[in-house]
């Protein structure tokens, strides 16, 4: 039996395209919307795709009267804390009230499941680690206070209209796919692993680390970082789950294990046999010391098991990914 055609939302993007190469080996049909205002059209490993926007009803309606959509994978919200802070209503807009456009298209197409690619940054300062799915959430900046809003939400929409979701909250995404196709470009680009990737490949003269007196081994932040394959193989059986009838359900995804700035660098120097020269600068407000997953949850509920554990293993995904990036 064939099996159902799943809507990626942002699948142009870093987590959205190994999404669909994921599911496109899992033999789903595949149909990718995408403003490409952040994604990369260049990126996606195949698949329909439709260039559109999740806030615009049109597009929406259009799509759903295309394709006989079962379920709805959502990767297209905007994800970086510091612009959030800067520029709080684009992030309620895109993250909260696109969203809400997307539900309600959803809806009326009676489209019945969704996946919802949520963040550690709705805990806020965590109160203890490793973070479990209970710990209060406190988010401390717009970013994680518009996914919270999703998440409540979807809590709230299901109870009136019975969808079905499954909220997964990772912690650094990172690496990138084994095939050496895809991986991470952002512009700007804010995460750890690629920035000092780009030093070693010369598009960075140094790399910065913020605070080195944290209460940590070596003073600086520790970092939960999981493998974009890991990510998506996790959403792949939060997919799976509800397909089968399971109910609504929210996951830690993490390797349990924290790396320190240092650890990384240090790592990255090994792996590309680079210097990369680090350079120390004051602690960025809001960086907790430390943020570790418990991802136990989906470990015991749906089997999940991460195959990247060690970060030597996730950096040399990335690195080779970086080398063909820069050519």
Same mark, same amino acid.
């Given at each position: 039996?064939?099996?159902?055609?799943?809507?990626?939302?942002?699948?142009?993007?870093?987590?959205?395209?190994?999404?669909?190469?994921?599911?496109?080996?899992?033999?789903?049909?595949?149909? /990718?919307?995408?403003?490409?205002?952040?994604?990369?059209?260049?990126?996606?490993?195949?698949?329909?795709?439709?260039?559109?926007?999740?806030?615009?009803?049109?597009?929406?309606?259009?799509?759903?009267?295309?394709?006989?959509?079962?379920?709805?994978? +959502?990767?297209?919200?905007?994800?970086?804390?510091?612009?959030?802070?800067?520029?709080?209503?684009? *992030?309620?807009?895109?993250?909260?009230?696109?969203?809400?456009?997307?539900?309600?298209?959803?809806?009326?197409?009676?489209?019945?499941?969704?996946?919802?690619?949520?963040?550690?940054?709705?805990?806020?300062?965590?109160?203890?680690?490793?973070?479990?799915? /209970?710990?209060?959430?406190?988010? /401390?900046?717009?970013?994680?206070?518009?996914?919270?809003?999703?998440?409540?939400?979807?809590?709230?929409?299901?109870?009136?209209?019975?969808?079905?979701?499954?909220?997964?909250?990772?912690?650094?995404?990172?690496?990138?796919?084994?095939?050496?196709?895809?991986?991470?470009?952002?512009?700007?680009?804010?995460?750890?692993?690629?920035?000092?990737?780009?030093?070693?490949?010369?598009?960075?003269?140094?790399?910065?680390? *913020?605070?080195?007196?944290?209460?940590?081994?070596?003073?600086?932040?520790?970092?939960?970082?999981?493998?974009?394959?890991?990510?998506?193989?996790?959403?792949?059986?939060?997919?799976?789950?509800?397909?089968?009838?399971?109910?609504?359900?929210?996951?830690?995804?993490?390797?349990?294990?924290?790396?320190?700035?240092?650890?990384?660098?240090? /790592?990255?120097?090994?792996?590309?046999? +680079?210097?990369?020269?680090?350079?120390?600068?004051?602690?960025?407000?809001?960086?907790?010391?430390?943020?570790?997953?418990?991802?136990?949850?989906?470990?015991?509920?749906?089997?999940?098991?991460?195959?990247?554990?060690?970060?030597?293993?996730?950096?040399?995904?990335?690195?080779?990914?970086?080398?063909?990036?820069?050519?």
């Amino acid at each position: 039996m064939s099996k159902p055609v799943i809507l990626v939302v942002g699948g142009a993007g870093y987590i959205g395209s190994h999404m669909v190469m994921d599911l496109l080996r899992a033999d789903y049909p595949v149909v /990718t919307l995408d403003n490409l205002s952040r994604g990369h059209r260049e990126l996606l490993p195949g698949g329909d795709f439709i260039a559109g926007d999740m806030g615009n009803p049109d597009d929406l309606r259009e799509l759903f009267s295309n394709y006989p959509v079962r379920a709805v994978m +959502h990767f297209a919200a905007h994800s970086q804390v510091g612009e959030s802070v800067e520029q709080p209503l684009m *992030y309620y807009r895109n993250n909260v009230a696109n969203t809400i456009t997307l539900l309600e298209a959803m809806q009326e197409a009676g489209v019945r499941h969704f996946i919802f690619s949520s963040t550690a940054a709705v805990y806020g300062e965590p109160l203890q680690v490793p973070i479990t799915e /209970t710990h209060p959430q406190q988010p /401390t900046n717009p970013y994680g206070a518009t996914k919270l809003a999703v998440e409540r939400l979807l809590a709230d929409y299901s109870q009136a209209s019975g969808m079905t979701y499954s909220v997964l909250r990772y912690f650094n995404a990172a690496g990138a796919d084994a095939s050496g196709q895809l991986g991470e470009r952002h512009q700007p680009e804010t995460h750890l692993i690629p920035l000092v990737l780009q030093v070693a490949t010369g598009e960075r003269a140094s790399i910065r680390i *913020y605070g080195e007196d944290y209460p940590t081994p070596d003073g600086t932040c520790l970092r939960d970082y999981i493998h974009v394959s890991d990510l998506t193989s996790a959403h792949l059986l939060a997919l799976e789950a509800l397909l089968g009838g399971a109910g609504n359900s929210t996951y830690n995804l993490g390797n349990s294990t924290g790396y320190s700035v240092k650890q990384i660098i240090d /790592t990255a120097r090994a792996i590309t046999g +680079h210097p990369i020269p680090a350079l120390t600068a004051p602690r960025r407000a809001g960086d907790p010391a430390v943020l570790i997953a418990d991802s136990g949850k989906i470990r015991r509920e749906l089997g999940w098991q991460p195959g990247y554990e060690a970060i030597d293993a996730i950096i040399r995904t990335a690195w080779d990914w970086h080398q063909r990036e820069a050519g």
